[in-house]
């Protein structure tokens, strides 16, 4: 989950017309403020209303072979959803389809190490540092035919889109990020937090040790379900909506990848030096330039800072909504319509920017 190591050492003051456009809205409702003169607004849907995707598809794409699903017109404005951990392409079930309705081109991959996506060579290393990630959705986007797409996310998924938005910001037509900037920052990512912070990431450091592997490994459901209610306490999921995202954990890579994914943030195992031009560019936290929504849950469990932490990381077009109503770590799930409209709205922001 998101790693707020320079977030809570930093602080950014929202300017008076950031704290005028900030809207807040309720749980799977349109927000009131609109990005935009469009005026478009996304359909409604309860939550847990879809369970399934109609279209799920395969490509390959650098050293993945990436599973994902597709919904919407193929000549429709492009828009990539990346899941987090421990969760997977489900938590856009509900929100794929109102966007597709809206005219989008919707992709929603399984990151490397979930569902069916898979490394095409036994020999690439099992490696989840943040540039490896968001470089596999540069290399799905080559391997698609997408120039530009709007690109959105939450947990792993937001640090991934933040990622791709400040390395390949010609690639960004607009952001949506849940928990804001979530980048990590290999000049910090070493100091320690006070002592509440670095209870809140307890799995972090539990899966540092091997026992946290076996542990992990033998119980890996058990344990991503533990996280579900931690993140989002008054999310009342039931077993199948479970189950459904539970699946891509049997990926044979899952757990290496999530154990190199936590390990390499408090500096417990080395990335590759490939990526080593690029991490570098993302030393000291540069800014966003692209348009960007930032969202956050009211009732949010998870290490997140708060949204004047970052608001000044975002140097584009730029808005900020919290949901209210118990919406927690998972948003997109858990308030499907908020998230579509932001998308929607990110877009907008795009449009007005010419």
Not at 191 to 218: D, I, K, M
Not at 225 to 248: M, V, Y
Request: aromatic share 10%.
């Amino acid at each position: 989950m998101s790693n707020t190591n320079t977030l809570e050492r930093r602080g950014f003051i929202i300017t008076a017309a950031m704290s005028l456009a900030a809207a807040s809205v309720g749980m799977g409702l349109p927000p009131p403020a609109r990005a935009a003169d469009g005026g478009r607004r996304v359909g409604s849907v309860q939550p847990g209303t879809h369970t399934a995707f109609q279209t799920l598809k395969h490509v390959d794409a650098g050293v993945l072979r990436i599973g994902y699903a597709e919904a919407g017109p193929a000549d429709g404005p492009p828009v990539i959803l990346l899941h987090g951990w421990p969760y997977d392409i489900h938590t856009y079930v509900d929100v794929a389809p109102l966007l597709a309705d809206a005219g989008y081109r919707v992709i929603v991959p399984y990151l490397r190490g979930y569902g069916s996506t898979a490394f095409r060579s036994a020999d690439t290393v099992r490696n989840a540092q943040q540039t490896a990630v968001a470089s596999d959705v540069i290399a799905l986007m080559d391997a698609l035919h997408i120039e530009r797409a709007i690109v959105a996310g939450c947990d792993w998924g937001a640090r991934t889109a933040c990622v791709v938005a400040v390395l390949w910001p010609e690639r960004v037509r607009a952001l949506v990020s849940v928990s804001g900037y979530i980048v990590v920052n290999r000049d910090t990512r070493g100091e320690p937090l006070p002592p509440a912070g670095e209870f809140a990431w307890w799995y972090q450091y539990y899966f540092a040790t091997e026992r946290g592997r076996q542990g992990y490994e033998r119980h890996r459901r058990a344990f991503a379900r533990l996280i579900w209610q931690q993140a989002s306490p008054q999310w009342a999921f039931d077993d199948a909506t479970f189950e459904r995202s539970a699946q891509a954990f049997d990926n044979p890579d899952h757990v290496a990848i999530v154990m190199h994914n936590y390990r390499w943030r408090i500096g417990q195992a080395e990335g590759e030096r490939q990526y080593d031009p690029l991490e570098s560019r993302l030393a000291g936290a540069p800014n966003i330039v692209v348009p960007a929504i930032t969202l956050e849950g009211d009732a949010n469990g998870a290490p997140h800072a708060p949204p004047a932490a970052y608001a000044g990381k975002f140097s584009g077009p730029y808005l900020h909504r919290t949901l209210t109503g118990g919406v927690g770590h998972n948003l997109p799930q858990e308030a499907p319509v908020a998230f579509a409209q932001a998308v929607i709205d990110a877009d907008d922001l795009a449009r007005t920017r010419r």
